[in-house]
């Protein structure tokens, strides 16, 4: 059973999940849309086009120092490289500038159940995922916040 969301008020975390960009590095980078539909970085529709949206950092919404996510990412990226799949770098990023940038991945074709056993593993609160037609949802981990 999901774990409650501690912390940060659960409307005001729903919120900050929903207004966050998901950008794909890349050239030119790429934006994912949360319910909306916006191709991700080299597909349009099928198999390219599916994948999760994740990150190490910042685990239940404590911030940590720079050094820690980055140990935290790289574990990450080992994990995600372990199931067989590859990284992308990504970041998560706050419109209104009031949580820091948090480096994140684009994980191609990795599997939603995958997706939940990577977030978990990291503490984290919730993570993107993307359908075949490039449908971002976000997906929670830990109980969804009740406003």
């Given at each position: 059973?999901?774990?409650p969301v501690r912390g940060i008020a659960g409307s005001?975390?729903?919120?900050?999940?929903?207004?966050?960009?998901?950008?794909?590095?890349?050239?030119?980078?790429?934006?994912?849309?949360?319910?909306?539909?916006?191709?991700?970085?080299?597909?349009?529709?099928?198999?390219?086009?599916?994948?999760?949206?994740?990150?190490?950092?910042?685990?239940?919404?404590?911030?940590?120092?720079?050094?820690v996510n980055a140990r935290r990412l790289r574990a990450?990226?080992?994990?995600?490289?372990?199931?067989?799949?590859?990284?992308?770098?990504?970041?998560?990023?706050?419109?209104?500038?009031?949580?820091?940038?948090?480096?994140?991945?684009?994980?191609?074709?990795?599997?939603?159940?995958?997706?939940?056993?990577?977030?978990?593993?990291?503490?984290?609160?919730?993570?993107?995922?993307?359908?075949?037609?490039?449908?971002?949802?976000?997906?929670?981990?830990?109980?969804?916040?009740?406003?």
């Amino acid at each position: 059973m999901p774990r409650p969301v501690r912390g940060i008020a659960g409307s005001t975390l729903e919120q900050a999940y929903r207004q966050a960009i998901y950008r794909i590095d890349g050239h030119p980078p790429r934006d994912l849309v949360l319910d909306g539909f916006k191709p991700v970085p080299g597909a349009t529709t099928g198999s390219n086009a599916e994948g999760i949206f994740i990150t190490a950092c910042n685990p239940r919404s404590r911030r940590l120092r720079p050094s820690v996510n980055a140990r935290r990412l790289r574990a990450l990226q080992r994990a995600v490289q372990w199931m067989g799949y590859t990284c992308l770098a990504a970041r998560a990023l706050d419109p209104q500038g009031l949580w820091p940038e948090e480096p994140s991945f684009w994980v191609p074709r990795l599997p939603l159940a995958r997706g939940h056993e990577l977030a978990r593993r990291f503490g984290q609160n919730a993570f993107v995922a993307c359908d075949a037609r490039g449908v971002a949802r976000l997906m929670w981990v830990v109980r969804r916040p009740v406003p």
